[in-house]
Structure formats: C-alpha cells, structure tokens
Nanobody, 126 residues
Framework: QVQLVESGGGLVQAGGSLRLSCAASGRTSRSYAMGWFRQVPGKEREFVARISWSGGPTAYADSVKGRFTISRDNAGDTVYLQMNSLKPEDTAVYYC???????????????????WGQGTQVTVSS
C-alpha cells in the first residue's frame, strides 16, 4: 500500500507560480513512477506530468510543456510540480498519483494508476 499526500495548492493570479508537493509513504513507494493528474468539475481527469521511479525520464501534457516541471527528491519519497506562467485554464484539483506502468518517460491513462492522493485545489484568477 502506498499513501500519497499533496500540499501546496492555493490561489494565484494569472502569470504567477505555485509549487505542489506530494509525499509518498509505504514500503514499496520508491518503485513506482509518480505524477500528477488534474480534474475540473464536469470533466474527466487528465494527465499532467509524470516522472520515473528513478527520477529520470519525464513526460508532460502538451498543455503544460514549457511551463510545468516535475521533479523527485533523491530519496524518491517526494515529488514536486513547479508550475510557472499559470493560466486560468490551469484551475483544477490536482491529484498526485503513483503507477507501475512499463511506459518509461511516457504519459499514462487513468486506468494505469495504482494509487491516488486526496487532491489539492489550484485556482488561477484572471
């Protein structure tokens, strides 16, 4: 079992920055790829970013490339999502996720996710 706890969400003006953190715990948490999905009310959850268990290969949704950066600490227990140049359309609940998909450095689908965090709200005002 892996537990994921997000922090760092909040309200920011368009053009601003936020950094989300996700702390993972559990005996095998370091063997999982970790990443972020987001969801707007009335819409399906969508992939945002992912980083391999080793902290190497990453993947991003086209909508956030060049603005968001995912990273992982050396211990592998915490993953970060640095969000710059935020836009109102980035407003959503952001979920930290963990998966064991064999797709290295590639996006994953909702069906691939093994564990979800509780979510943290990010609101970008125009």
């Amino acid at each position: 079992q892996v537990q994921l706890v997000e922090s760092g969400g909040g309200l920011v003006q368009a053009g601003g920055s936020l950094r989300l953190s996700c702390a993972a715990s559990g005996r095998t948490s370091r063997s999982y790829a970790m990443g972020w999905f987001r969801q707007v009310p009335g819409k399906e959850r969508e992939f945002v970013a992912r980083i391999s268990w080793s902290g190497g290969p990453t993947a991003y949704a086209d909508s956030v490339k060049g603005r968001f950066t995912i990273s992982r600490d050396n211990a592998g227990d915490t993953v970060y999502l640095q969000m710059n140049s935020l836009k109102p359309e980035d407003t959503a609940v952001y979920y930290c996720v963990a998966d064991r998909s064999v797709r290295i450095g590639q996006p994953v689908e909702v069906e691939d996710i093994d564990y979800w965090g509780q979510g943290t709200q990010v609101t970008v005002s125009s």
